[in-house]
Structures are given as structure tokens and as C-alpha cells.
């Protein structure tokens, strides 16, 4: 990759993290982002979960300045994120879950207008990315089904070389097959310098035992679980058990409790286990089971 030395030295920094967020609120009236508290660390694959309206692509549109916070600080890529800055444009390459591009546009186009925005572009990089995805180069943007908007966005992210992807539902709407192609490119991302960073918003879980390395889980607004993908899962456990030998002190430790006709089942924190007896079962909590229970405990809450 052809990044400066400055910026390479400030990438790979020991303790520099990609994304850094501290005391940041956003406050929508009925929806309130924060206070938050956030880091992502530079040269991994961090996934971004938690519920539809957790906040996940609110904090992605403030990193990308398309919001404006009503306090607290952010960096990208060690730069301040503020009004009008366009110091890390060219080293961000961003996917929402729709093209961002106008609709009249041809595939080709397309490349030509962003192309003159970046130093870096590859025209030959885009052009075989076009080729691998199967997206014709004179097909209009208008006519292209969700999952292909998704892959042409993702060619002209990559096409300009960037350290850090910024991606917001990147496999929604894609088959079995695509959702697959993309996490190997993601992958070739990764492996190619060890720099690189993704930051992946999803709700398809599975997507993120693949690819991640850290996660971060939004609730109501809020930073609920921030770990390395292992640490995360590897803190809790699901439980399963007849409602009769639930008491007070166990209701106490159950994050979501759910109660069905004579059974229970919720997540526990795996350090609370031998609180319970031994009619209960314990199964491994999957990245799905810790962004469900944790949404339902913290609902619960704030109502």
C-alpha cells in the first residue's frame, strides 16, 4: 500500500487505537446515544452488535460526521473527529446497506466520480473487483438488486486503498453464497497489512464468529459487553432449568430471564454458575445469545 511513513508509524503505534469515543451523547428525543464510551483497536476485525435501534449505525454516521454529537470527544485513525475535518478521508473506505451514489449512475460511472476524491484510487483495483463480484460496468445503479448495491459499494471502498473500512450491515440481503465471498475478501483485507482495520455493524451474528476479533455490544444506546471476541463469549453461559427451583437470589443473576410455562432459561455470567443447582443445564453462550439476553435485561431497565 502506498501510505506515508507518518501515517504508517501512527497505525501500527503501540497502544493507538483506531476509533476512540469518550463521554459522547446524541441525544433524539425518544432515543438517546450515550454517554458512550468506546475504543477500537488498530490491525483487527471488530464487530459493532446489538439490536435494531441499539445505536450501532448512529455511532457510525457521528464517526463519519454525517451526525453531530451534542457532547464528548471522538479520533479516527488518531485524528480528531470535528466539523469540516477531511484529514482521514482518504484512508477510510465506508459500506452502508445502500448505495450512497446516484441511481442513474452506471456501475462505471460510478468509480469515475469517487476516483477524483482520492489519491490512491486503482482503476484496475476497481475494475477487477467489478469483475469478481459479477457486476457489469454499464449496468445503471438503479438496477441493481440489494445485494450487488452492497458489493459495488464494497468495490469502490477498497478501490482507493484504505486502512480502515467503516461497515454497516455489509452482508444484509446477501445469499449464503455472497455473505461467504465477502468475508474472504475481508479477510484478504486483514492479511494483506497488518495495520488494516474493520469496524463491522451487523445483526448477523454468525457472520462475526468468522471474521471478528473483538466485539462491542450496544443496548438502548449504551455499551453493554466490549471484549475480545474469546473474552466475550467465554464471560457467560445460558441456563436452562425448571421454574420451581429458581429463587430470588438466582433471578438476581439471570440477564433476561425468559419463563415458559415450567421452564426458565437466560444468560448467566459463567463466574455465577455454582449458584444454581444441579437440575439446571449450562450450554456455551453463543455472540446471538449475549446480544439477545443482554437486549431484554437492558430494556427492562430503562422501562
Known amino acids: 500500500m502506498n501510505i506515508s511513513a507518518d501515517s504508517h508509524a501512527l497505525a501500527t503505534a503501540i497502544g493507538t487505537d483506531a476509533v476512540s469515543v469518550s463521554n459522547l451523547t446524541r441525544d433524539f428525543g425518544r432515543f438517546q446515544l450515550g454517554p458512550l464510551d468506546l475504543t477500537v483497536p488498530t490491525g483487527y476485525v471488530t464487530g ?50 445502500a448505495p450512497i451514489v446516484l ?64 461497515l454497516d450491515e455489509p452482508t444484509s440481503g446477501l445469499d449464503p453464497a455472497s455473505r461467504r465471498e465477502l468475508l474472504d475478501l475481508l479477510a484478504e483485507y486483514m492479511a494483506a497489512d497488518e495495520s488494516h482495520t474493520i469496524l463491522f455493524s451487523t445483526h448477523i451474528t454468525s457472520d462475526l464468529d468468522r471474521i ?17 471476541l474469546h473474552e466475550v463469549t467465554e464471560r457467560y453461559a445460558v441456563v436452562r432449568g425448571p421454574r420451581r427451583t429458581l429463587n430470588t437470589g438466582q433471578r438476581e443473576l439471570i440477564h433476561g430471564l425468559r419463563e415458559r410455562a415450567d421452564l426458565y432459561s437466560g444468560l448467566v455470567a459463567t463466574t455465577a454458575t455454582a449458584s444454581f443447582g444441579s437440575e439446571v443445564v449450562f450450554d456455551p453462550a453463543s455472540v446471538e445469545d449475549i446480544v439477545v439476553y443482554l437486549s431484554a435485561t437492558d430494556k427492562k431497565v430503562a422501562a
Open 48 to 97: 459493532l452488535v446489538g439490536a435494531n435501534g441499539a445505536g450501532k449505525t448512529t455511532l457510525l454516521k457521528l464517526l463519519l460526521q454525517l451526525q453531530h454529537p451534542d457532547s464528548g470527544t471522538m479520533t479516527l485513525l488518531g485524528s480528531p473527529v470535528a466539523e469540516g475535518s477531511v484529514a482521514v478521508r482518504e484512508d477510510l473506505g465506508v459500506v452502508f446497506d
Open 212 to 228: 471478528a476479533d473483538h466485539l462491542r455490544v450496544l443496548s438502548n444506546g449504551r455499551l453493554v459487553e466490549s471484549g475480545s
Open 103 to 166: 441511481p442513474e449512475w452506471t456501475v462505471r460511472t460510478a468509480g469515475q466520480a469517487l476516483s477524483g476524491f482520492y489519491t490512491r484510487w486503482d482503476a484496475s483495483s476497481f475494475e477487477a473487483l467489478l469483475e469478481r463480484f459479477g457486476l457489469s460496468p454499464r449496468a445503471t445503479v438503479k438496477s441493481l438488486s440489494r445485494g450487488q448495491g452492497t458489493k459495488l459499494m464494497l468495490a469502490l471502498a477498497l478501490a482507493h486503498q484504505p486502512r480502515m473500512l467503516l
